[in-house]
């Protein structure tokens, strides 16, 4: 008998978005899974590939440590039903709290994945140092599981959390991302017509979208022809989030296309001829993937996570974090050079398929699973 495997993440459209090939790569190979999460309607899709779905309410937000203590006893009271074998805990609070819950409750092995630092780590002034030293002494404890790995994707994030807590050096996984399914996502010739750059993300500040706006106001008042739309939605558990009044003031100017939330990135992507991602700091977004894997050219910042997508100068261009004009400039050259936005398009496609498969990314995963099991 396989080990009984038991995801942990906030909710259930973010393990469908980024998990869902790992845990059917483990159901194909014998694992009893499991995957508790919050509901938003998406659970559905992970019932059907044969995993075992417990409802968990836990937030992405709220600071409350009445909160806190309430979800930190619903994580114990499931490890106690599951009895899972191994937890893998997926993004900043089931980390946190899950990891702390998994010592408390003798959970064997633990794989932990940071998949990117937070609002937290991009905030400034002395709250935010209060809230950093605090967290940091969580991680201090959701860490020190005798079984553990934890994967990190990008080397920066790595570093950050190895100033809270000194990790063993076996215990350290550096996996890029949550792979792309080469398969779905295809490289497609660039569509006739008005070019189009587009910036695929959740309607956060710190995603970049007010630069990203700024720099389609400076297209259009230098005559640049150029559709620049913007795919997302508000997310209000976030603090960085745009208020549904922002939304509309940035619709009223007129510099940027809102087309809204967007299932089938895989139709959307070959839309663009360059893929904007502005964002302050990631782990390794999924998007800029996903655009390597369709032979687009990307335009993001110098910032963890964002350069670690792409091989610079070859599948696209890095610009300064926060900078409009630098964003605008580096938008406006790839569209004026067909030639170079197609050659790093073909070269993005070579980067996808030599680093970002899902199945080589499942892969990996499993085999984190059956170094923690093989002496169980």
Request: glycine share 8%.
């Amino acid at each position: 008998m396989k080990p009984r495997l038991l995801f942990v993440v906030n909710t259930d459209w973010f393990f469908v978005s980024h998990r869902l090939p790992i845990a059917e790569a483990a159901i194909q190979n014998g694992y009893e899974v499991h995957v508790a999460c919050s509901f938003s309607g998406a659970h559905h899709r992970i019932e059907a590939i044969g995993a075992v779905v417990h409802p968990l309410n836990i937030s992405r937000g709220g600071r409350r440590i009445t909160d806190t203590w309430r979800e930190f006893r619903e994580l114990v009271t499931l490890y106690k039903t599951v009895r899972p074998d191994i937890v893998h805990l997926v993004t900043i609070k089931p980390v946190l709290l899950g990891g702390i819950a998994a010592r408390w409750q003798g959970v064997r092995a633990v794989v932990a994945a940071i998949s990117g630092l937070g609002f937290i780590f991009l905030s400034t002034g002395w709250k935010a140092e209060v809230r950093r030293l605090l967290v940091g002494s969580m991680y201090r404890l959701a860490l020190a599981h005798p079984r553990i790995k934890v994967i990190f994707q990008n080397p920066d994030d790595c570093q950050a959390i190895q100033s809270f807590i000194t990790l063993p050096e076996n215990s350290i996984e550096m996996i890029r991302g949550s792979g792309v399914d080469l398969e779905v996502f295809r490289p497609v010739s660039r569509p006739l017509g008005m070019p189009i750059a587009l910036m695929a993300s959740r309607l956060l500040k710190d995603k970049g979208v007010r630069e990203f706006a700024k720099a389609a106001e400076l297209l259009k008042s230098r005559g640049v022809a150029v559709r620049c739309c913007l795919v997302g939605e508000i997310d209000p558990s976030n603090p960085s989030s745009f208020t549904p009044q922002e939304v509309l003031e940035l619709k009223s100017f007129g510099h940027v296309e809102l087309w809204g939330h967007r299932d089938h990135m895989e139709q959307v992507l070959p839309l663009a001829s360059v893929v904007v991602l502005p964002s302050y700091r990631e782990g390794l977004p999924k998007v800029l993937l996903e655009a390597a894997a369709c032979g687009r050219a990307v335009v993001t910042c110098d910032v963890p996570g964002c350069r670690d997508a792409i091989d610079p100068g070859r599948t696209g261009l890095l610009v300064p974090v926060r900078d409009s004009t630098g964003l605008a400039d580096a938008i406006q050259n790839l569209l004026g050079d067909a030639t170079a936005c197609e050659e790093m398009g073909r070269e993005a496609r070579v980067l996808a398929e030599r680093s970002f498969s899902v199945k080589a990314v499942a892969a990996r995963h499993l085999a984190l699973y059956e170094a923690l099991t093989n002496d169980l």
